[in-house]
């Protein structure tokens, strides 16, 4: 009994009293280990136990409440950088700067913490859609307990659909049969009986145990609870889920970017204004010029921006039957280049389908059909999806057994693995067989139509299942004798002497579109692999039959003897992996990331639920458990890879329209603020005030908060995208240095020209830099030329609002209060003749640009 000690009590960390393999120990120990009896617990006995371990819950991700969501939408960089400046700008008592840096930092940040907390909630309606009850024994009456109450030592009695609440062992069953697909990927139930284990068995291997999460399919039995909650074999993957999930890489590009604008600030506020106090200029206003000129840089509406976008990506996606659990994967779901899956119901129909009987000389037969069917249709043990494809097939053969009628049944188990039964027609008694075809061969001792079974018979009946079972089909055998009609049981003894009469070949046929779904996958630039408990020929198989690749399959034995690093490459290379536990699931999601892949997971199994957490992308389905709903970035409300497609378009559109705000806003502004850094040196007035830079700015970003429902290029969503830290620099100094070209050009036209004084130049000055940035916008929202790409109406509406805005704001009567004088009609004409070359000229350069840097938004090539 040392194995079986007392564990510590402590209700945070345990929830057991038993340390061990508590399948390999005889149940009249653990029952004396656990305090309980056959009868179960005592009411007072259960009470102190849940108070002492606590109750039988899982906690699969931390529990995130409204203010935490609102103060995580504070984390960003950018939204910490303009609330600094806003700080500072009050300090100098600049209020009406700081109140509109604030105003559009309290808009953004509450925008995202509305949608984030609206996701979240969502996702806790479906998981608490379903309450669950155990009938559980005590006081030795069976009463109806929540789950959640369940301890160890209880008895809880379990019948066919019940959800088994916790681990333990089986003390009593009758046709005890377990679906424990959502554990160890088993197609088909597995019985289950009392008994002891050996201690090294595997999961699948303990026949005696059943375990939290899994379900009854047939029979029933009564279990002694072991463990429960994080104790549990569901708790114990479910508990590795506790952390954060992973930075996505949307929210690594966010933050790089956001550190590459930090440091462009610094050494721009720095240098501006040491040279301003060097050339004696007034400290104050020099600090305030300096300060406005980092604002200015900033895409100041950024945080607003990729809310919003990501907004109306979920909302789509939310039409689409797609339940969006973390905004911001959105993105990455655009940019995901590897999709790994399950076959079942993705892949494939989700249903098991016979796809013919044979008989011994590999030809379709209907005498075969209707033995099976009539074996199928009487057997009153386990109902499974075998016999129910059978049943479906003799009645669309409209094959008559009316005049059958059933005598006695052999029940299947999983020693013999074959089931019989006996009926009688016209007078004539036959006991039929079906089951797995070695077993049923071992019974046989003729073929066909009577010849004798020799060992030419048996290696060509070998060499059919082999070949087969190559192409992923589960191949039965159905054999048959007339016996004599008797009152006593027919016994497995009576099993003998059969005819082998054929084959009965099943499969889970491939959905009927999933070809075209692939190809459409291939066509985006994501590549499917997948990912299986099943068994390796049958995936081979499917993958085959879908067309897709098959370049390598791995199982997961041959992943056991893998190391991490030939892991990164194998799973680049492998189609298929087979035959895989849940920790393995999780190494190949992880090795595929350490090669530089953006990686969607698929799946909705406790067996998937590391795999989802650990991927970029995790889906899952609203039919699925919990723990993986949980885990997951998105829930599907059906299982079906062409919702994936519009979703991944959804995401590619998102970050398409994101990307349009930082590249038109991030070169615009460095150009203005670059010029005026500049100027303001060998100007002897500030080329603009800091409260003309901040309206500037805010003005130029009305139009981007219509970006979100801009018209994107099909290019742009033909391949996944990445963010590119270093390509958004060159094209800020690239397009940022051609604007400030010109915006020296315009200071030459203002100075040289029209001797403009210190308020018309500025007046000047910001209207050519809002219709400069404004036109832009037009033109760089697009790699095709400007004119070959519609605008949403949204964007260009607000742009021509804002455009006429700017040009009618000098000779507003109130303007002089920003510092705005009116302008002579033939300056206002040379600025806009200026910005009209300024359009060629980006035009232009934006060819030659994306001839020399286009490829950094290419898929990456690996």
Known sequence: MDRFRPRPTDSLSGRTVVDGEYWSCPTDKLLQELSSSSNGLKQSQAETTLNRLGPNALAASTSTSGWGFLLSQFKSPLVLILIVASVISMFAAEWIDAAVVLAIVLGSTLLGFGQEFMAGNAIEKLRTQVKIHSLVLRDGQARNQPSDRVVPGDVVLLSAGSLIPADGVVLEAKDFFINQAVLTGETFPVEKKPGVVNVAASLSERSNAVFMGTSVSSGTARMLVVQTGKSTVFGQIASKLALRPPMTEFERGIHRFGYLLTRIMVVMVVIVLAINVFMAKPPIDSLLFALALAVGLTPELLPAIVSITLSHGAKRMARLGVIVRRLNSIENLGAMDVLCTDKTGTLTAGVVALDGAFDVQGQASARVLRLAGINAQFQSGLANPLDEAVTAALQKAQLDVAQVHKRDEIPYDFVRKCLSVVVDEAGVSTLITKGALDKVLGRCVSVGAGLLLDEAWAQRIDAQFESWSELGFRVLGVASRVIDARSVPYTRDDESGLNFEGFLLFMD????????????????????????????????????????????VVTGRELHDVGDEALMHIAWQATVFAEVDPNQKERIILALQKTGHVVGYMGDGINDALALHAADVGISVDT??????????????????????????????TFANTLKYILTTISANFGNMVSMAVASVFLPFLPLLASQILLNSFLADIPATTIAGDRVDP???AQPRHWDTLFIRNYMLVFGLLSSAFDFMAFGVLLWVFQATPEVFRTGWFVVSLMTQLVI????????????????????????????????????????????????????GGLVGLTLTYVVAVEVCKKIFYQHFGLAWVPHQR
């Open 777 to 828: 916008a037009m033109v760089v929202r697009t790699r095709r030329p400007f004119y070959r790409s519609r605008p949403g109406t949204g964007l260009w509406v607000s742009s021509a609002v804002v455009l006429c805005v700017a040009l009618s704001m000098p000779y507003w009567p109130w303007s002089a209060m920003l510092g705005f004088v009116p302008l002579p009609i033939s300056l206002m």
């Open 624 to 653: 699925a458990v919990d723990v993986a709903k949980d885990a997951a970035d998105f829930v599907l409300l059906r299982k079906d890879l062409d919702i994936l497609c519009e979703g991944i378009d959804e995401g590619r559109m």
């Open 509 to 552: 046929p491939p959905k009927l579109d999933v070809q075209q779904t692939l190809r459409d996958l291939t066509q985006r630039g994501v590549q499917l692999k997948i990912i299986t408990g099943d068994n390796h020929k049958v995936a081979r198989h499917v993958a085959q039959a879908v067309g897709l690749p098959v370049t390598q």
């Open 715 to 717: 290019e742009s969503v």
